[in-house]
């Protein structure tokens, strides 16, 4: 703790001093030696906290120091002194060179943060009036890192760090604790405080061997972390006042509550013999021994990282250490030595009598056992042995001949893996005399099946009664030879239980009645092509092929027949058509099924018209003028997929007619006359509006005259007349559409001066 007093002229009274004296004593730090509390009092006093105050404890060294303010480092700021001491003169950092006090020229941080510790290679700086804390790596000014939260001047006004960089703050006033941040200053862990006065007072902090010191107004508290309650617990170490304290330092240490260095194999097992068990030091390296503690144990290296320990019972082995990678921590480890102890007994030989199958049971004995160590139980041969529940030592066997039981007891293998054994004998005596054992023949059928047993069963000792038992959950039998009805197709186990007056004796035996047969076919298509083959594939279900394969009968619904699994038939009209199948199999049993085919389409056909038509020119042809059926999809020459074309011009057209079925073609060839007049072989009265009026035509109805137009049917009836050169007839007759057929007309006309009379036949289409 630095008191807040202005100190220049001591600084420089102290710069003084030192100027006119040699070399004084620096931290101790390593080797073997005890660890020390360093105070400022005018110049650096040490004190061993394991020794009673007395006349030369604490001992004042040659190095003056009137400044309240102390910390012991490794040099920050040159290659040696290192471990050195670190102060402050005004706010910067100070550090003793083994001669003088050298100003490192870095600032502190803030002008109250006077009170510093160190650790990690980091100084510390702490401002007690609001809670803030510095930190410095030698190379700059000291830098923020955190705020100690809820501190307000609680005392005692110092700060502490670890080997790690972590620094703690202990807090006397109201609430106590202890807390543990690391060097960024994040909260890693508090602890509550006990037995330590209440108070803002106190001369300052150190941690040595993993525990913590503070001075209160002349008297010293040591404090030791229980994990049990999260605290640390404080007692009074130096009861009589050492007067002048102003300030703790004490050499870097491991984290509180931490012990880095302990042996690896703690407790450790030996079982009594054999080879002997390792135990090695971890957690940091040093300087290391080895003793025996207490016990019948022998080790076989008393100094270096490891050794190993045989013993006879239990034991104790010390380890003993000096860290001289972590702060020169000393400390010691105990290592118990636990022989596990047992007595193992398999039990009596056992004699066991029965009808082929026995059951008993096993009495071993585990005892002498040592506390806190598990054992487990093992039985072999473990084919025969049960184990109702958790005791092991006494299973439940079913050995089938003559068998040796070993029981084998173990310790877990983090536990030495130690093994005792036992054997016992246990005899069998089979009081059966002779076999048991039938034989079966199956007379099949389609309703149920009958099963002949024949017993094939032996003795010589007595006379031998049985039992059937058929498994379909009908009565048992006792008859030496029967015969029973299945009337489900299953698998069945039946048994037989013959009896001699000692023994019953049992076979089982699973007997199929499975002879399955299902009708069932499939025929390849969705969609049917008259006088195209129907593929039909049968996939039924039949038991077995031996001792004749099934034969088929086919009645394909239009009258013909067929046989075999997978055959083939041609529809010549589409209609409805019911297939059946029926399937015949060794017994003979049948079965069958059937498919209604209603599908069925004709290929496709078109005509077009005449193969060869002349048209006057000017005339249109709307294609086709024939029939046109069972299409779905047209393709023209002309591109077109229009079910009618228009032709305007000559030439040679044909058209493609598409369904399921195939595709049908036909071919028409057109040409054109320059005619004056003329009459259409055919024409379609509809209501297409193409081609739907008959009439007469001429390439200069105005030259003619004298016109009359008269359309005959068979039998000689006109149906048309008029003398209107631009009606013409819509085919019907009294409104009456006239039938399909051959027409006749009769045209009389007076063109350019000369009469002229004409006739012929045309076509009335739809």
Not at 12 to 18: A, G
Not at 215 to 224: F, H, I, M
Not at 520 to 527: E, L, S
Request: some cysteine; aromatic content about 12%; overall charge negative.
């Amino acid at each position: 703790m630095l008191n807040h007093i202005r100190y220049g002229l001591l600084i420089v009274y102290c710069f003084l001093w030192v100027s006119n004296t040699t070399y004084a004593q620096l931290p101790q730090c390593s080797g073997g030696g005890p660890r020390y509390i360093y105070f400022a009092n005018n110049f650096i006093q040490i004190f061993d906290p394991s020794k009673p105050k007395s006349a030369t404890n604490p001992v004042t060294s040659a190095i003056p120091l009137y400044v309240g303010a102390l910390a012991i480092s490794p040099n920050l700021n040159a290659a040696s002194p290192s471990p050195t001491f670190y102060s402050i003169n005004g706010t910067k950092y100070i550090y003793w060179d083994g001669s003088q006090w050298i100003n490192t020229g870095h600032d502190i941080g803030a002008p109250y943060a006077n009170n510093i510790g160190a650790g990690g290679g980091y100084i510390y700086s702490f401002d007690a009036q609001n809670g803030d804390v510095y930190r410095y790596n030698g190379t700059g000014n000291a830098i923020f890192i955190a705020s100690v939260a809820g501190f307000s001047g609680g005392g005692p006004f110092d700060i502490v760090a670890d080997c790690d960089g972590n620094f703690y703050i202990l807090q006397l006033s109201s609430p106590q604790f202890v807390r543990q941040y690391n060097l960024k200053g994040v909260l890693q862990q508090q602890w509550n405080v006990t037995g330590a006065p209440y108070g803002p007072g106190g001369g300052g902090v150190a941690m040595i061997d993993n525990k913590m010191y503070f001075e209160y107004y002349g008297t010293y508290y040591v404090g030791t972390v229980n994990p049990t309650n999260n605290s640390v617990d404080f007692l009074p170490l130096q009861v009589t006042p050492i007067g002048g304290v102003q300030d703790f330092a004490s050499c870097p240490v491991i984290a509180l509550n931490t012990q880095r260095v302990k042996a690896n194999n703690n407790p450790a097992y030996y079982c009594g013999s054999g080879p002997a068990t390792p135990i090695k030091a971890v957690g940091s390296k040093g300087i290391f021994s080895w003793s025996v503690l207490s016990g019948p144990a022998t080790i076989s290296h008393t100094t270096g990282d490891s050794t190993s320990v045989i013993s006879t019972d239990s034991a104790k082995i010390l380890l003993t250490y000096y860290d001289t990678l972590f702060c020169g921590i000393k400390g010691t480890d105990t290592v118990n030595v636990v022989v596990p102890k047992a007595t193992l007994d398999a039990g009596l030989p056992k004699h066991l009598t029965g009808c082929g199958t026995y059951i008993d049971s096993l009495s071993a004995s585990l005892t002498n056992m040592t506390f806190g160590v598990n054992y487990n139980v093992t039985w072999t041969p473990a084919s025969s042995i049960t184990i109702p529940g958790p005791n092991k030592l006494k299973p439940i066997i079913t050995p089938t001949s003559n068998t040796t039981y070993t029981i084998t007891v173990r310790t877990a293998s983090n536990q030495g893996g130690c093994t005792w054994s036992d054997t016992v004998s246990v005899t069998v005596e089979d009081l059966r005399v002779g076999t048991t054992d039938f034989e079966y023949t199956i007379d099949y059928g389609c309703t149920a099946d009958i099963v002949n047993f024949i017993n094939k069963s032996t003795t010589s000792i007595g006379a031998l009664t049985y039992q059937w038992i058929f498994g379909d959950s009908s009565g048992i039998s006792t008859q030496t030879n029967p015969a029973h009805t299945y009337k489900r197709q299953d698998v069945y186990h039946v048994s037989l239980v013959a009896d001699n007056g000692i023994c019953r004796d049992t076979v089982t035996k699973e007997i199929s009645t499975l002879h399955p047969l299902k009708a069932a076919f499939t025929a390849d298509n969705n969609i049917f092509c008259t006088n195209k083959p129907v593929q039909f594939n049968s996939n039924i279900t039949v038991a077995s092929q031996t001792p004749a394969p099934p034969s088929y009968r086919w009645n394909f619904g239009d009258g013909q027949s067929g046989t075999g699994p997978d055959p083939q038939h041609r529809y010549s009209v589409p209609g409805k058509y019911k297939v059946i199948l029926t399937v015949t199999d060794f017994v003979p049993c049948t079965d069958t099924t059937s498919m209604v085919l209603d599908n069925f389409i004709d290929p496709p056909y078109i005509e077009v018209g005449p193969e060869d038509t002349t048209l006057c020119e000017g005339e249109l042809l709307y294609l086709p003028v024939g029939l046109s059926i069972r299409g779905i999809s047209y393709i023209w020459s002309t591109g077109s997929t229009s079910p009618n074309i228009t032709v305007s011009e000559e030439g040679r057209y044909f058209v493609e007619l598409h369904n399921d079925c195939g595709v049908s073609t036909d071919t028409i060839t057109v040409t054109f006359n320059d005619c004056s007049v003329w009459m259409p072989d055919i024409f379609s009265p509809n209501g297409d509006n193409l081609n739907d009026i008959l009439r007469f035509r001429s390439k200069y109805p105005e030259e003619i005259s004298g016109f009359s137009f008269a359309i005959y049917n068979r039998k000689g009836n006109r149906v048309f007349y008029t003398e209107d050169i631009n009606h013409g007839w819509d085919g019907s007759y009294h409104n009456t559409p006239q039938p399909i057929g051959t027409y006749y007309y009769m045209i009389q006309l007076t063109l350019a001066g000369a009469q002229r009379f004409l006739k012929g036949d045309i076509t009335l289409a739809r």
